[in-house]
């Protein structure tokens, strides 16, 4: 005798079945991600557990790891991993909540500098982002993990100098502390003095035809060209900016009179980025002269990608001009670039230029390419889930 209620809730089970996979084959068509969210996250964890088990030395402050950090707590958002929250912490308390340690404030310095004095030098202060995202995590109480982002920054803000964003890698070192401090204290210093400081590296080193930024004052064309003549702008370089801005812009108060100007900038960036874009989905380490340094880069391609998709995400960028371009690049990052024990390959060493012959393999990795590909790998979470 046919149970007709056991049937019921087969064909129920069944149809429940068939609906999910199509709708989850629906998602796959329309956005051209293979990846669900869970496997997603997946790849999150591969990437970031090879790296802690084969870095178990935390490191200093210095700006190569803290951007590591910048990616870890990202992907600590996403996926509420207690691991990452931890090994976070124990890098913070390790370098006592600070960056470069003087107390002297007389002999604090801003020119390149890995030494305690270089207080006021931006790759000492991108563990601040960290210091302060560990402090809105932790639920607020304790003032000590911030106390020395805002001695440092406020003590910064009230000198009479603007020149403290000399090149480009300190826009995202620096910008997202100011946007961060901003809204844990509401002190408006921060946002005009942002301002201020973004508008002086502006006048240096961006470049209002190509609508990208050369890495520094040296490298500006004429005075320096690519191997073909042609304008070198540098992939990580633009990778640094472009993402800085999306990480302000998403701290930004609604009611900010800076805020279309940042919107904008990242706009016209967008569109140049994507037309610099390698059919294989990466860009060169020399965005407009790819017979400069050929070869896929990974940190760059990482940093693009992560702020394509938060464009589109929060709807800055059409997704239908600009998902085509997180397809190839998610799948070179993801297809190409991570190896299969988790490492995540073609990385271009510290440096702060394209160079014609060096080697950029599969084996080139470094924390700071980690850390991009964290940013994006989180992105795209938020984009598939």
């Known amino acids: 005798m046919i149970n007709f209620k056991n049937s019921f809730f087969i064909l129920l089970s069944l149809f429940s079945l068939v609906f999910v996979s199509c709708k989850s084959g629906a998602v796959k068509q329309e956005t051209g991600i293979s990846e669900s969210k869970k496997q997603v996250i997946a790849l999150i964890d591969k990437v970031n557990t090879h790296w802690r088990n084969t870095h178990p030395d935390l490191g200093n402050a210095f700006w190569n790891i803290a951007a590591y950090h910048t990616g870890n707590m990202e992907a600590y958002k996403v996926t509420k991993n207690k691991k990452y929250l931890d090994y976070s912490l124990a890098w913070a308390e390790k370098n006592q909540w600070m960056g470069a340690k003087s107390t002297d404030k007389s002999e604090w310095k801003y020119n390149y500098g890995e030494n305690d004095k270089h207080v006021l030098f931006g ?50 070192m620096v910008m997202p502390v100011m946007t961060k401090l901003y809204k844990v204290t509401g002190n408006e210093l921060y946002l005009e003095k942002l301002h201020q400081y973004l508008t002086y590296a502006n006048s240096i080193m961006y470049d209002d035809e190509a609508k990208l930024y050369f890495r520094d004052a040296k490298y500006v064309y004429p005075k320096h060209k690519s191997v073909n003549g042609k304008k070198d702008f540098w ?151």
């Open 123 to 172: 790759d000492w202060q991108i563990c601040f982002q960290t210091y302060i995202d560990l402090y809105n995590f932790t639920g607020k109480k304790d003032a000590y993990k911030i106390a020395r982002a805002r001695e440092v920054m406020e003590y910064e803000m009230s000198t009479s100098a603007n020149d403290y964003w000399w090149w480009v890698d300190g826009l995202y």
């Open 235 to 385: 992939a990580r370089g633009d990778g640094w900016i472009f993402a800085g801005y999306a990480k302000i812009i998403q701290d930004l108060p609604k009611k900010s009179k800076y805020r279309e100007e940042y919107i904008n900038r990242f706009k016209d960036m967008a569109k140049s980025l994507a037309a610099a874009q390698q059919k294989e989905g990466y860009w060169t380490r020399s965005l407009l002269d790819p017979e400069h340094a050929p070869g896929p880069e990974t940190s760059g391609t990482a940093f693009y990608t992560y702020g394509f998709l938060w464009g589109i995400n929060n709807g800055f960028l059409d997704k239908a001009t600009y998902l085509p371009v997180v397809q190839k690049s998610w799948n070179y990052l993801t297809h190409f670039a991570l190896q299969d024990n988790g490492a995540l390959g073609y990385v271009q060493p510290i440096g702060e230029k394209a160079i014609p012959g060096q080697v950029v393999d599969k084996n080139s990795t470094a924390d700071f390419g980690v850390g991009a590909f964290l940013l994006a790998a989180s992105e795209m979470v938020r984009f598939v889930d």
